[in-house]
């Protein structure tokens, strides 16, 4: 098993390339008109999750962009990941 020194020196820079990413994806979204959908409080309460100190943060991630309904909307347009509902 590795200890920590050696995750990081093998996944560091790949780590560090997503967080840019995601830095980007927002910078966009900022430099872009009209209103965001919920998708994007979804988003941002996901990368609160992140900056906890918990040992499932990659579940609770997933959780909060889950959808827990059980029945299917009639009046939605399609059947699609958009997020629960943040507690």
Do not use: C, W
Not at 12 to 36: K, S, T, V, Y
Request: charge should be negative; charged fraction near 35%; proline fraction near 3%.
């Amino acid at each position: 098993m590795l200890n920590k020194k050696e995750l990081l020196d093998l996944q560091f820079i790949d780590a560090r390339a997503r967080m840019i990413d995601i830095a980007a994806f927002l910078d966009r979204l900022d430099r872009h008109d009209g209103e965001a959908d919920v998708r994007l409080k979804y988003y941002k309460a996901a990368l609160l999750i992140l900056l906890e100190d918990r040992p499932d943060r990659a579940k609770t991630v997933l959780e909060a962009f889950s959808d827990h309904t059980a029945e299917i909307s009639e009046t939605a347009p399609f059947q699609g990941a958009s997020g629960a509902p943040v507690k």
